[in-house]
């Protein structure tokens, strides 16, 4: 392991334009259990409520049911604070080497660790949006409206249903974050791919624009790959479908162990090269 960190290290510290994936591993150590882990939140809740084609059918169910898991206090990520992981990978930015941090994770901590560009891939529990116009709400301005009898909140622009932005399930990934995902990818010449088992689909893909230029999206995506050939760097604590794949190679252990590893790791090289 002790390699493959200095091997990451030399890695990025060559890149022109890193980026990095993230999952739910990056947040377990925050304390937010994994939604699909024993223990997550689908434990509890049947994932099929949250279907899209539900949300559309029957939009104040959904707010009602949303409204019961904040009571309970399962959708209550206000308080958790980054970790390590998220930590590391904002010093990254800071550093001057990741120029994007894209999550699939809904909690806000990449932010609350100073990262400040994040593609929030599936959207966010901080925000709602109104599937008329696309216009975001704070979950506070949402809250107000409700608490003023308006159920199912409506937007104030359109007059449109607002939705929580966390993408459901059958629901496309916002247009916006799907087309900077993947015009980051396919400008990365190293993505760090941390935290993430990488199933849920199409942000399991980016690795693959990362590595190829291409994958499902190609036929979609106007703008010519300059870069196609990216190093993909895995921190994960188990082997994905991406290891052996697409990953050039998987530093197996925490991502809140491993990325400050890499960060230090980095920092000697600079000590020794000079930062660039
Ligand atoms: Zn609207």
Redesign the pocket.
Known sequence: MKNLIKRAAWDIYGAQHVVALTGAGVSTESGIPDFRSPGGLWEKYDPMEFMYERFIANPKRIWEMSLKMKREGDLDMAEAMPNQAHLALSELEAMGYLKCVITQNVDNLHQKAGSSDVIEFHGSLLWGR?I??G?RYPSDAIDDKIDAGQLPPL?G??G?ILKPDAVFFGEPIPPQALQRSISEARRADVMIVAGTSAVVYPAAELPFIAKRGGGFFSTSVIEPSPNVGAIVIEVNDEPTQLTGKVSDYLILGKVGTVLPEIIAQLRELEREKGTK
Do not use: E, L, M, T
Request: proline share 0%; hydrophobic share 0%; with cysteine.
């Open positions: 109104c008329g116009c216009r937007c622009q359109c449109g």
